[in-house]
Every structure is written in structure tokens, then in C-alpha cells.
């Protein structure tokens, strides 16, 4: 059977039966080149993908049935505003939101790159409000701490982000506390409530639809509580909104039924996917963290991959490279679990968001052209910090029964500029364990001497295929280039599965199902209508 219908399928199937059986070991005994051969960088990025199952050939054939899938043409459509989110009738344009300035691109007869920097100005001058101490509360007090309610996309890129580049912080401005808040049954907000002040609060509902549930219920919080906590002043509710809320949002009608009124909108558009917004408005908080100008440094590092992406030639290309690579473990070694090991605390959120961005994009069994699809398409993916993940989950990696394919992530550069040389060993301790676990888990035990006398418990089978991605170091410029490569990959991926990346219509029934069931959680009488089960639990709670 014919994997994708294409010819480079044929001969891919044909050809892992020979390098998909060999241990990576092997590889590197017959060709002690493999890292010259078979890493490629890009500004100031390597992907180092010798400690895969895969040779040149491998590289060539991948490349061949990328052709065969038409990426070329997806890759001019997906840039050019084409409406290939065809279930919700629109383009899918994150990478307008990074295009410089002098560029332009008609939609609807706008040009939305100029769209794209209106909105970014404004956000630079409520950026500057903040971080002049000019936005000012209640009581007359400047903001000095902002609360982002969001989930999903509206939550995890500016989380992440603002996290990776902490230390971007620009020391002359008014210092900004950030906090993220998303949890639906309130535990995020009501712990953090009690530790701010509500006058120097304010928060920022981010929610491309402004619409989901789990954020409008915590900013119904917020409000009660700013409302509480001004309650002998009795200051008019559209005064008290005024001053301690931001909407973020694709909607700016709900925002106004909310009571945000416009002059604390910031926009985008149905055209920026959720999980693809941290480089809208919706990177707010990020802006807020790092200065408006490394914001913008974050845009045109993912730029830069843009253009690297869309120019390069496939055998070249990283995102290509690191998406072809994945489709040879998924669809042809059959390895179904990918785990994100970051080698650097900063990073410590990137897991949870490329989950985000890889399950909810490319999690679906039907393709584009409404078939179910007889191929596996994304893997399970986890991660965590990897050398935390080194006393947890690693005997599964090392040890257990599963093949696992896994990124590590690191910096080859950091603390130049410290006093401490504690700190700058703590960089080399980092990194040599970075190498030396993706070393054990390519190479297995094979990299020890008299391994075969050890008792089998103690041996270490290798094959697990390692891909290992160096930044020089960690920038807002390379940060973007590292989540822009993500999100092409993801991209390459969805069309050679030939399905959507960009609609997420798995996670809708369990929206309304939750919404049936809250009268009968209120009113356990009205349970008669629910399943076995459900109903038990819900008897269950109520006794
Ligand atoms: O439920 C899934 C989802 O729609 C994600 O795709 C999205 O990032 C998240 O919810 C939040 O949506 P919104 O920004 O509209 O609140």
C-alpha cells in the first residue's frame, strides 16, 4: 500500500525497509561524516539531524515527496492570503503579522501588512502608557501590575514568551508585574487575587472570540473584584473598566456588550488562528515584558524564517527538514510519541505551547478532501525542561518498550557577559548533559566500553532517533525564528497528510456538552436525560 499515492511514498516504503531497520549506531560506524552531512543551519540556528534513522538518500526522497505534494504551491497560497482554512472559509496569514512594514498584501481590497502596523503602533503607545506610569487606576495610582486572562492560543505564546525573555526587560521603564491567568475553575485567579492591590491592577482579556467560557467567567472575577474593592467610592463601573481593562480581540462588538469600551480595544483578525497570535495583539503582555522594540525584534526574527522558508530549496529548508524528518518516524518507522526536551529553563513553557500547536493543528483523521485517512498524522507530544525530565520520565525514553522521537533544544552561548563562574559552569554542566543524553539515546550503550557484560537492566538499547536545535543564543530575534520553525513545520506536515492545520473542530462538542450539563450540576433533579455514568457522577457530587 501507497502511503500518500505518490511515487517518492513508493520508494520511501522501499527504503525504510533497508536504512529504517539500521541502528543508528551503524549509520554513524559507515559514515563517521553524518554530522557534516547531515546538519544545516540558518542565521544563527543548526538543526543537527545526524542522530536520525536517515541518510542523504532518506533526505532526498523526503524531499522528492514534498514536491510530489505540491509544497510549493501550499507554501505560495498559505503566504499570499489563499483561504486554505477552507472548514472556516478563511486565509490563514501569521505571517503577515511579521512582515516588515514596506511590504503590502491586498485583502478585500485592504492591505493588511498596513493593518498589521496601525495595530502595532497603537500597542506601542499604550506600551509606553504603561511603561511611563501614565495609565493610571482608581485611585489615581499608576498600573504597575497587569493580569492576562486567556486560554489557548490567548494564553500560551505571551506566557511562554514573556517567560523565554525576561531578561529582555528594558531597566529604564516603570516595572510592569505580569501574570497569567487562565484556569476555568477559578483557582489561578483567586490565588493571585489575594496578593495584588486592585487599584495598580489592571487585567487584559485576551480572547480571539470573546466568546470562550473559561476567560469570560475569570474577567467576570476580576471585575467583581475591582467592583468590591471600590466599593465606598462608588466610582461608576464604566469608569472602574476604563481604567483596569484591555480587550484583545477579533470581536470588537462582544467586547463593547462586555462593557470594554473602544478606546481599550486592540484588534485582530479571523484571519490569525488562536494558537498562531502571539505575534498580534494578543502578544500584549509580551510587549509589556520586553519593550515595544524587542517585540518588534521577535516579529522579524520569525520573518526572517518566513523568507528562509519560502525561498530555500526543500533539502535545505529547516522547517521543511524538520517536518519531512518527522513524517519518516511517523508514517514509515512508525514511532508515534515525540518528546520536547529543552536544555534551558527559559524554555520551560515551549512544551505546553507546541502541544497547543501541534495536537490542536494537526490531531485529525480526515483529510482535505473529507476522507478518513488510513496513516497516523501527529504524535503524541510532551516535553518538559530536559534535565528535570532526566529524573522523571527519561527510564521510559532510555528503557522502556515505546520508540519515542526527540527535540533537544538548547543555546550554545550564555552568561558571557556574568561575574559568576558558578553560573557560566552551570552552562556547560547543562549542555553536557544535553549531548550526552541525546548521545545514549541515538547511540545507546554502544558509546561505553564492555557494555555487552552488563546484566540487561543495566543496558541501554539506543534508537531512539534525536534531532538536536542550537540557537546561538536565546534573543527575541531568535526566539521568533524558533517558534516561526515550528509553526512551518506543522504547516509542512498538514499538507502531506493533506488536512487543515488551521480549524480545531475536535474540541467543539465538548464545549456544548459541558454547557447542557451545567443545569443538571445545579439542579441534579433534571439528571434523568444522561447517561449511566454521567449520571452516577453527578448523583455522586450532589451527595
Ligand atoms: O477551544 C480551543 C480554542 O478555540 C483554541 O483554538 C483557542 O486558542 C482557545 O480556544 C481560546 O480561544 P479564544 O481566543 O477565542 O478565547
Redesign the pocket.
Known amino acids: 500500500m501507497n502511503l500518500f499515492k505518490k511515487e517518492a511514498g513508493t520508494d520511501l516504503q522501499e527504503h525504510s525497509l533497508t536504512v529504517g531497520k539500521q541502528h543508528i549506531s551503524n549509520l554513524f560506524k559507515q559514515n563517521p561524516n553524518r554530522f557534516e552531512e547531515l546538519s544545516f543551519s540558518f542565521g544563527d540556528m543548526l538543526l543537527d539531524f545526524s542522530k536520525q534513522r536517515v541518510t542523504k538518500k532518506t533526505i532526498k526522497l523526503l524531499s522528492t515527496l514534498a514536491e510530489q505534494c505540491d509544497l510549493k504551491k501550499w507554501i505560495n497560497d498559505l503566504y499570499s492570503g489563499v483561504k486554505i482554512n477552507t472548514s472556516e472559509d478563511r486565509p490563514a496569514l501569521h505571517t503577515a503579522l511579521r512582515s516588515p512594514r514596506t511590504l503590502s498584501l491586498q485583502l478585500n481590497n485592504e492591505d493588511v501588512i498596513q493593518q498589521v502596523h496601525e495595530n502595532l503602533d497603537r500597542m506601542e503607545t499604550l506600551v509606553e502608557k504603561f511603561h511611563s506610569g501614565q495609565w493610571l487606576g482608581y485611585t489615581g495610582s499608576p498600573i504597575n501590575t497587569v493580569v492576562n486572562i486567556?486560554?489557548?492560543?490567548?494564553?500560551l505564546g505571551p506566557f511562554m514568551t514573556s517567560k523565554a525573555l525576561t531578561e529582555f526587560t528594558p531597566s529604564s521603564k516603570n516595572k510592569i508585574e505580569l501574570h497569567f491567568v487562565s484556569s476555568m475553575d477559578g483557582s489561578h485567579l483567586s490565588n493571585l487575587l489575594e496578593t495584588l492591590d486592585p487599584c495598580r491592577t489592571l487585567f487584559i482579556i485576551?480572547?480571539?472570540?470573546?466568546?470562550?467560557i473559561?476567560?469570560l467567567a475569570n474577567a467576570a472575577n476580576a471585575r467583581e473584584w475591582i467592583k468590591q474593592a471600590d466599593q465606598h467610592a462608588n466610582t461608576p463601573e464604566e469608569l472602574l473598566i476604563k481604567q483596569h481593562f484591555i480587550g484583545v480581540?477579533a470581536s470588537p462588538e462582544k467586547m463593547i456588550q462586555w462593557g470594554i469600551p473602544s478606546s481599550n480595544h486592540l484588534y485582530f483578525w479571523d484571519w490569525t488562528?488562536?494558537?498562531y497570535?502571539l505575534w498580534s495583539t494578543?502578544g500584549l503582555p509580551i510587549a509589556l515584558r520586553i519593550g515595544m522594540q524587542n517585540f518588534r525584534e521577535l516579529l522579524a526574527g520569525a520573518h526572517e524564517m518566513d523568507n528562509h522558508f519560502k525561498e530555500s530549496p526543500f533539502d535545505q529548508n529547516l522547517p521543511v527538514l524538520l517536518a519531512m524528518i518527522g513524517i519518516w518516524n511517523i508514517n514509515f518507522l512508525g514511532i508515534t510519541a515525540h518528546a520536547i526536551l529543552p536544555y534551558d529553563g527559559r524554555l520551560s513553557h515551549l512544551p505546553s505551547y507546541l502541544e497547543?500547536l501541534e495536537m490542536?493543528s494537526n490531531g485529525k483523521c480526515i483529510s482535505r478532501q473529507n476522507e478518513t485517512l488510513n496513516f497516523n498524522t501527529c504524535p503524541i507530544l510532551w516535553g518538559e525542561i530536559g534535565t528535570n525530565a532526566q529524573h522523571a520520565f527519561y527510564q521510559l525514553l532510555h528503557q522502556g518498550t515505546l520508540p519515542v522521537m526527540c527535540d533537544f533544544i538548547a543555546c550554545s552561548k550564555r552568561y558571557e557577559n556574568s561575574n559568576s563562574n558558578e553560573l557560566k559552569r552551570q552552562h556547560q554542566l547543562n549542555l553536557s548533559n544535553c549531548l550526552a543524553q541525546s548521545q545514549i539515546l541515538a547511540l545507546g550503550d554502544s558509546v561505553i566500553e564492555n557494555a555487552e557484560n552488563s546484566p540487561l537492566y543495566k543496558r541501554y538499547r539506543g534508537n531512539q532517533p534525536c534531532t538536536t536545535i542550537l540557537l546561538e543564543r536565546l534573543t527575541p530575534h531568535t526566539f521568533g525564528m524558533l517558534i516561526a520553525l515550528y509553526e512551518h513545520k506543522v504547516f509542512v506536515q498538514s499538507v502531506i497528510w493533506d488536512i487543515n492545520p488551521f480549524d480545531?473542530w475536535g474540541?467543539?462538542l465538548g464545549?456544548t456538552i459541558a454547557t447542557n450539563l451545567l443545569p443538571a450540576i445545579e439542579d441534579p433533579s433534571r439528571i434523568n436525560e444522561l447517561d449511566n455514568s454521567t449520571r452516577g457522577l453527578i448523583s455522586h457530587i450532589h451527595r
Not at 150 to 155: H, K, L, R, T
Request: aromatic letters at 4%; a negative charge.
Open positions: 486567556g486560554v489557548g492560543g490567548s494564553d485576551s480572547s480571539k472570540s470573546f466568546s470562550t473559561d476567560t480581540s488562528g488562536g494558537r497570535s494578543i497547543q490542536e480545531q474540541v467543539e464545549k
